[in-house]
């Protein structure tokens, strides 16, 4: 990835949960750029979920993560209901 994001990180996170939200970032990142595996991204998402349960947490961050990057991790996301092995965006 070549271009610099500021998540925004919780002060309370441990080095698990920064690693959990770095990897659905970077899994909806892959979409736009290459396409990436389904349940990696799914799998990547269910564990964010667990760092952020709540779901106006949840939109806050999205919202902010779309400001920075022009990408949408619930839109992103919405693409996963096809049942297809990888997930891709051809801008």
């Known amino acids: 990835m070549a271009e ?11 080095q698990d949960d920064i690693i959990a939200v770095s990897n659905l970032i970077d899994a909806v990142l892959q979409v736009y750029e290459g396409g990436c595996d389904r349940e990696y991204l799914l799998t990547a998402y269910r564990q964010f979920l667990t760092v952020i349960p709540s779901k106006s947490e949840q939109k806050v961050f999205d919202r902010d993560f779309e400001q920075q990057t022009g990408r949408s991790i619930y839109q992103t996301l919405k693409l996963t209901e096809k049942p297809v092995r990888r997930v891709l965006v051809n801008d």
């Open 4 to 14: 610099q994001y500021q998540l925004p990180i919780d002060g309370n996170w441990n």
